[in-house]
Nanobody
Framework: QVQVVESGGGSVQAGGSLRLSCAAS????????MAWFRQAPGKEREGVAA????????YYSDSLKGRFTISQDNAKNTVYLQMNSLKPEDTAMYYC??????????????????WGQGTQVTVSS
């Protein structure tokens, strides 16, 4: 059984940085796609960044590229999201997701079967 666990959320002032971690276990070696999503209150869940490990290939939301970076430690089956220059509008619950194959839409939440519980990120002005 696959388990996905996020950590690293918290509160930070605008302009600050946070690094989120996501550990996958249980058939983790088969989870070639790992991704970060976020959901703010009253909004739909949106893709932030994804990584295809055999490449590796990385995918980013156009609006976040340049501030957020996804990386992975294969030995630890852990993926990270480094978030810099944070803005109040980045406030959301951040979720990690994983799957074996997601087709041609690595930033679509509908393509992922395995999800973590989420970690809250709050950015104050």
């Amino acid at each position: 059984q696959v388990q996905v666990v996020e950590s690293g959320g918290g509160s930070v002032q605008a302009g600050g940085s946070l690094r989120l971690s996501c550990a996958a276990s249980g058939y983790a070696a088969s989870l070639t796609y790992m991704a970060w999503f976020r959901q703010a209150p009253g909004k739909e869940r949106e893709g932030v960044a994804a990584r295809y490990s055999p490449g590796p290939y990385t995918y980013y939301s156009d609006s976040l590229k340049g501030r957020f970076t996804i990386s992975q430690d294969n030995a630890k089956n852990t993926v990270y999201l480094q978030m810099n220059s944070l803005k109040p509008e980045d406030t959301a619950m951040y979720y990690c997701a994983a799957d074996v194959s997601v087709g041609d839409r690595p930033l679509s939440p509908l393509r992922y079967r395995f999800w973590g519980q989420g970690t809250q990120v709050t950015v104050s002005s």
